[in-house]
């Protein structure tokens, strides 16, 4: 079964998208979540406390989360830093996952192309969202218009992306009906459908 990647802008509607392709019965992996735990290996605490201070992760887990965000999302060198730290740790852990998951798995991966997973993926699909609808959308959860594209800066422009994708999904719509066409690519996917001749899903 090949492994599908889904990728996209920061904010699109990647977690939904694959929410509703997991409900469909895909084993899905979230790199954000490998990534995160990372935090909490042993080898990666003692390189960021040399690098950042002894008592840095002494926070409540958001808290942490916000401060880790804060230290590198603003600057370069910490950025790359971190990037260095995490990025070969998480594309192992995804890596063993998909080799003992069962069906069809799907892998997001925020980071598929700036951080070298694409060679992970079979099919890679760009989940790609309006800035504008972005902010309304993500306000929710607290990120200003600043918050993502503080995130953005540092990834590769979107329309190299989108050319590099097999397949892009807008959404523009509804919540039901970026369900759905979830739902139509779930279709694909099971059927054998997917084909990466195609300039679209
Ligand atoms: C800095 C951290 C702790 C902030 O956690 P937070 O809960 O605020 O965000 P979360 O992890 O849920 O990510 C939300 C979104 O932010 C964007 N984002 C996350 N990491 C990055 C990054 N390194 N560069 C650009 N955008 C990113 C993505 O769109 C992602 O989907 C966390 O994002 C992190 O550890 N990031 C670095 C690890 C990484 O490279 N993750 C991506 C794996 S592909
Ligand atoms: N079609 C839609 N209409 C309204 N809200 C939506 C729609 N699609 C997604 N959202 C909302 O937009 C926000 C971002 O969606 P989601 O978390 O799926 O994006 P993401 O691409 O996974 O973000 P991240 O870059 O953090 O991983 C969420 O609050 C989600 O509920």
Avoid at 21 to 44: F, M, N, Q, T, Y
Avoid at 117 to 128: G, H, N, P, S
Avoid at 160 to 188: F, Q
Wanted: hydrophobic share 40%.
């Amino acid at each position: 079964m090949p492994i599908v990647g889904v990728t996209g802008d920061v904010g699109a509607g990647k977690s939904a998208l694959c929410g509703e392709l997991a409900k469909c019965g895909a084993h899905v992996i979230d790199a954000d979540s490998v990534a995160r735990a990372l935090w909490d290996d042993p080898e990666i605490r003692r390189k960021a406390e040399e690098r950042w201070g002894k008592g840095f992760f002494d926070a409540p887990r958001k808290e942490m989360y916000a401060k880790i965000a804060a230290k590198i999302f603003g600057d370069d060198a910490e950025y790359d830093f971190a990037s260095k730290l995490l990025h070969k740790k998480t594309m192992e852990n995804i890596l063993s996952q998909a080799r003992s998951a069962g069906g069809v798995v799907v892998a997001e991966i925020p980071l598929l192309y700036e951080g070298g997973y694409e060679k992970l993926v079979d099919f890679v699909v760009y989940a790609a969202c309006g800035f504008e609808k972005r902010v309304g959308r993500n306000a929710k959860r607290s990120w200003s218009a600043g918050e993502i594209e503080r995130r953005e800066a540092h990834l590769l422009p979107r329309e190299e992306k989108i050319a590099r994708a097999d397949c892009l999904l807008v959404n523009d719509g509804s919540e039901e009906e970026w369900r759905e066409k979830a739902r139509s690519l779930w279709r694909k996917i099971s059927e054998g459908e997917l084909d990466k001749s195609e300039a679209s899903c």
